[in-house]
């Protein structure tokens, strides 16, 4: 039905497509705004961001209405997707506060929707794909340099960002925040941890292809990245980095480790070692890594435990429909189930935040999306032999699995800095699958 409604469109509306030098540009537009929406991650505040991508969605409409035999299909695992926007529609008119929730809904309109627009993008332009990552590699690379002359400064905390209560002086982490705004550490780190992957991912598509100068300039940076990581003091963006280098260890192995066993082995090794010996031997770093473990010896730690009380209590009390999406309509509802004194912006867990605000069955779609996602990307790593198609695809997956371990104790996913980066991941998983799960024809075109 939709494709019809497409085809009845540009069947009129040909002749402004055909007279129109800007609509035969457009998909050049579309990706310059791509690649602005990560520009402007590193700088600017969270509508200017949004700005940019609905400029990529507005440029896709017009595009989808207009040129001929644009279609728009979907691949099996995006059915989870549109479940999930589908609940969270039904959430926002459920929801008690609906004008608040109406803001939330219209960030998530705009997330889902930048997401099918890159898609769209990329499925007749999947040689801009090593561009676009790019770009994210470069945003993030030049990030982690400012955050590595942050560390140099000894930065003074802006906010009460770590308990120093049983530190000594000279053992309190300065931590850095980058230029991200708001100028958090947790955002900076969870920033940081997603773009890794981009960054490593760079440099060996750029070894496949022989550039070795520039394939070891973003290893380089891959290492400065980890560096600033270690230095932003953010204890999930430490677990998530874990994930990331176990992953990219585990990945590389089908490359290496039958022609190269040794070498692959003792580089491995001494990575790891060097990482150990960094985080043992730098006093503020390993009690900053250790105090993970404090439990609720840790004030940060904590005041956790204590959001996720209420945060599950409100889920309890509203499990079907959730209490509507957006950070505003959670922080009201939280106001009647929080402890006094431990008022917070978030669930601090995205998967308790998603059931909280859109009810159990949108946090099961969710999560049915990443996990048919995953297994897609991993059976086609597994499987295909083109390394660069491989190199693309499993970068952004682990990349993706960072993000979402990195959820398990903060919320720094919703924020548009990693949302874009994410999204942007799974369209290329999207783009570079087999086309032998498309279904669109048989659901779009009744």
């Known amino acids: 039905m939709f494709n019809s409604f497409l085809g009845f469109s540009q069947k009129y509306l040909n002749y402004l ?18 690649m602005l929406t990560f520009i402007s991650s590193t700088f600017m ?5 949004g700005f940019f991508a609905i400029i990529v969605i507005f ?7 207009t040129k001929p035999d644009e279609k728009v299909n979907l691949k099996s695992f995006e059915l989870w997707l549109l479940i999930y926007f589908l609940i969270v529609v039904v959430s926002l008119f459920g929801s008690s506060l609906f004008s608040l929730s109406l803001k939330g809904f219209f ?27 790019g770009t994210i590699a470069v945003c ?37 925040y980058g230029t991200l705004k708001p100028l958090n550490p947790n955002l900076f780190g969870g920033y940081l941890v997603c773009g890794l992957p981009a960054v490593m991912g760079m440099g060996a598509y750029l070894f496949i292809k022989q550039h070795f100068k520039s394939a070891i300039g973003f290893l380089i940076y891959a290492l400065i990245t980890i560096y600033a990581i270690l230095q932003t003091g953010c204890r999930g963006a430490y677990l998530a980095m874990i994930l990331v280098l176990g992953a990219v260890f585990i990945l590389s192995a089908k490359f290496f480790w039958n022609t190269y066993k040794k070498i692959y082995l003792s580089v491995s090794g001494f990575l790891f070692c060097a990482f150990i010996l960094g ?4 006093t503020a770093l390993r009690k900053r890594f250790i105090s ?17 009380q209420s945060s599950w209590q409100m889920f309890k009390d509203n499990w079907l429909l959730g209490i509507g999406v957006g950070n505003k309509n959670f922080r009201e509802i939280y106001g009647l189930y929080m402890k006094t004194g431990f008022d917070a912006l978030s669930a601090y867990n995205i998967y308790l935040e998603t059931a909280v605000e ?3 069955f949108a946090l099961i779609a969710f999560l049915g999306y990443l996990i048919s996602l995953s297994y897609c990307a991993v059976k086609f790593v597994l499987k295909n032999d083109d390394n660069t198609k491989i190199i693309f695809v499993a970068f952004s997956l682990i990349a993706i699995w960072g993000v979402m371990f990195h959820g398990l104790v903060d919320t720094i996913y919703f924020r548009p800095q990693l949302q874009f980066m994410f999204w942007t991941y799974t369209a290329v998983i999207c783009t570079l699958l087999p086309d032998s799960k498309i279904i669109g024809n048989k659901l779009l075109n009744r």
């Open 59 to 65: 440029l896709t409409v017009i595009k989808l209405l």
């Open 107 to 133: 960030k998530t309109f705009i997330y889902i929707g930048y997401y099918f627009c890159t898609v769209n993008y990329l499925k007749n332009n999947s040689s801009k794909i090593p561009l676009i990552i």
């Open 45 to 49: 505040n969270s509508d200017s961001i």
């Open 140 to 176: 993030v690379s030049v990030e982690s340099l400012i955050g590595c002359f942050q560390s140099t400064l000894h930065l003074s905390e802006i906010s009460t960002w770590q308990d120093t209560s049983r530190l000594n002086p000279e053992d309190v982490l300065s931590r850095v």
């Open 292 to 308: 993970i473990f404090a439990m609720r010896n840790d004030s940060s730690n904590s005041f956790r435990f204590n959001v996720y």
């Open 279 to 282: 985080i043992s031997f730098v």
């Open 358 to 360: 859109s009810g159990i």
């Open 17 to 34: 497509y055909k007279n129109s030098l800007l609509l035969q540009k457009v998909d050049l537009l579309i990706l310059a705004f791509i």
